[in-house]
């Protein structure tokens, strides 16, 4: 048997190529062959000597986690985005508008965009090109001329001033990186402006003011000037502000404090700003203030969050109080997770590969430059989406290349990327289910908005043991939700007139109101084993978005396998007898087609992926893709086509089941 070792290795035996090279060489397929040459006496020692690193591969490291670096691949990406955001600056020095970033989607120069002078400025540092360098000097002017004599900045076109910290902190973390390229009177006024700025966030950030992902960055925020400015109340003010922070974390270690407020102290759980925004902004602190009581609370916040990065590197941020800003890769306008996760990556690997997981699926968002809200997103709309989606997700990778992990690492599988697991948070009514073909989360969150109720953003929010998030190998999302009505609840959500939720839901309307179980915020969930499938039963009452019921109860089940999701729901008709219609909205891809293959049985077919949507009862039938140009979301940004199973009471019972099933078509 003989080797031509040139072709075999791709190098020639004697030159010193990377150990890298030879392990790639080595196949399982290939061990048997290797060790027999091995073991021949005439083998030539070059040969050999290859042959026995390749066993040391094979039997110590052949298998272990690449290394990677998250801080030059945050600043590969860094420099695209501030190419992007560059190219929309306003560079004319004779304007008023001279570094202001223009936003085409709201018509509008937001304050906030400036943020970008840290970007900017890192993309200096790391390439020394002047362009990056004009600009960061450029946009921190602009700002600087847009603060409010109290110290304070607008967030444009609005007046809410609680952005100050986000503002405040971009300039004060520039500004050492970028000081010795001013003038000694611009020296003097980037310092004026940074102290009028901590010292408004000194005297009115408070959870009485802000949500809380304001009071965790200001924790940051003030430690940072702190550096630049010294002053123990921007030191003393910080630890307070964590102290209260740290405070919110329940006993699941999620963060409260992002709905509304009740007499004077804010509830609400939002996975979106929690990883996007706070938990950063107390690490970054902690860090700062080496304060080890609130680093502990943060690493232990960690170990679950982590859960919500899902196989594919996308965030899970179905299911809060803010989810009507969920994009699939995080929050629209928070910040996103690669400074979170770089701060402690180097200390627990995986994080690495989260970070690099979700900066790979979020840049894979982008539509010439600009990132948008979701994977359908140009499908949808013709106008180019908000800035705030590339702007805030630039600040976020220049902080993890000031402030984060500088070492080269290994990349661990993420915990979603292994098998045959559930998780159930009881303080959140929440499930989470990963088998071989789904990744799954169940939603029966309870948080109530009880003094503005349903005129208020944070209650149409899916709920009731409704799936709000559907992931399957080699397809991607299958089912995904969104707000249970669509509102522009703030200046730059795009309008959806006449849309429908791409939620599964069950439903009915009478000559009162519309009823589902996504405004079911009392529901009872639990989650159990049953021969190898995970079981989620919830029940409650079909409800009006006031949470007033109808008069129909349902339990609704929820059976996950390896190759199939089975469901059963069971209503009880107690007060009155309407039809219901059970609403499973799949994610319509670009390749996904729907093919009827009789009344009760409907084939799915998109990429490499086929399922099979089953009725298993004669009584009913499948209506195909009614209204289905209504099925489209701008937050996360995709098409649902419906699938909808009608029931009608019998005249003569109360009770009635419906089965079906969602299997996975060979495999």
Avoid at 27 to 47: F, G, P, Y
Wanted: glycine residues 6%.
């Amino acid at each position: 048997m003989r080797f031509n070792t040139s072709k075999t290795f791709g190098v020639k035996l004697g030159s010193r190529k990377r150990i890298c090279v030879i392990k790639r060489c080595f196949s399982t397929h290939h061990k048997a062959v290797w060790c027999e040459l091995l073991m021949r006496q005439k083998v030539d020692m070059n040969i050999r000597n290859v042959l026995l690193l390749l066993i040391v591969f094979a039997l110590g490291f052949g298998n272990s986690p690449q290394q990677k670096s998250l801080r030059n691949q945050c600043a590969d990406n860094l420099r695209k985005l501030a190419d992007t955001l560059l190219s929309i600056q306003d560079s004319d020095s004779t304007s008023a508008t001279c570094g202001a970033i223009y936003c085409e989607a709201c018509d509008d120069y937001h304050t906030r965009a400036s943020e970008a002078v840290l970007p900017f400025i890192v993309a200096y540092q790391e390439t020394g090109e002047q362009k990056y360098l004009t600009s960061a000097i450029a946009t921190g002017e602009w700002l600087i001329g847009q603060q409010q004599p109290n110290g304070s900045w607008f967030e444009t076109p609005s007046e809410w001033t609680g952005t100050t910290t986000d503002q405040l902190l971009m300039l004060a973390a520039a500004y050492p990186l970028l000081n010795d390229k001013l003038s000694k009177s611009q020296q003097a006024k980037w310092q004026a402006s940074m102290k009028r700025a901590a010292d408004w966030l000194v005297k009115n950030m408070d959870p009485a003011f802000a949500s809380i992902n304001y009071c965790a960055t200001t924790t940051a925020t003030l430690m940072v000037v702190n550096q630049v400015i010294p002053d123990s109340a921007y030191s003393q003010k910080a630890k307070e502000l964590a102290m209260l922070v740290t405070s919110k974390f329940d006993e699941d270690f999620f963060l409260c404090g992002e709905g509304n407020r009740i007499r004077g102290t804010k509830y609400g759980v939002d996975l979106g700003y929690s990883m996007d925004m706070s938990l950063w902004g107390l690490g970054l602190y902690a860090k700062l203030a080496d304060d080890d009581f609130v680093n502990s609370y943060v690493r232990e916040a960690l170990k679950r969050h982590v859960y919500f990065i899902w196989p594919d590197g996308s965030t899970d941020g179905s299911w809060g109080v803010r989810s009507s800003k969920w994009t699939t890769y995080g929050s629209f306008t928070a910040d996103g997770c690669q400074m979170l996760f770089s701060l402690y990556s180097a200390e627990e690997p995986v994080y690495r590969t989260a970070a690099l997981a979700n900066l790979e699926y979020l840049m894979s968002m982008r539509e010439n430059g600009l990132i948008t809200s979701g994977p359908h997103y140009n499908e949808i709309f013709e106008r180019k989406p908000c800035n705030y989606l590339t702007f805030c997700r630039a600040k976020n990778l220049a902080l993890a290349i000031v402030y984060g992990d500088q070492t080269t690492g290994s990349t661990p599988d993420l915990p979603t990327q292994k098998i045959g697991w559930s998780k159930y948070s009881k303080t959140m009514d929440l499930a989470l289910i990963r088998t071989k073909n789904f990744m799954t989360t169940v939603t029966g969150y309870r948080y109530k908005d009880i003094r503005r109720g349903a005129d208020f953003k944070y209650m149409h929010r899916p709920s009731g043991g409704s799936i709000t998030n559907l992931w399957v190998p080699d397809y991607g999302y299958l089912q995904a939700s969104g707000q249970t009505e669509y509102h522009r609840w703030e200046m730059n959500y795009p309008e959806a007139p006449n849309s429908l939720t791409i939620t599964p839901r069950i439903e009915f309307t009478d000559s009162n109101a519309y009823y589902t179980n996504l405004y079911e915020f009392d529901s009872h969930m639990d989650l159990s084993e049953r021969n190898g499938a995970y079981v989620i039963e919830a029940r409650g009452e079909l409800k009006d978005r006031n949470r007033w019921e109808g008069g129909v109860a349902y339990v609704l089940t929820h059976t996950i396998s390896d190759e199939s999701i089975e469901k059963n729901i069971r209503l009880r008709f107690h007060g009155q007898k309407p039809e219901v219609r059970i609403i499973e909205p799949f994610i319509e891809h670009k390749n996904t087609q729907f093919n009827r293959i009789d009344d009760r049985t409907v084939e799915i077919v998109g990429g490499t992926r086929e399922f099979v949507f089953e009725l298993l009862s004669d009584e009913y039938a499948i209506e195909l893709g009614t209204e289905e140009e209504r099925y489209k979301q701008p937050f996360p940004a995709l098409k649902g086509y419906p699938l909808i199973i009608k029931v009608k009471p019998d005249a003569d019972t109360f009770v009635k089941s419906i089965n079906y099933t969602i299997t996975i078509r060979g495999r």
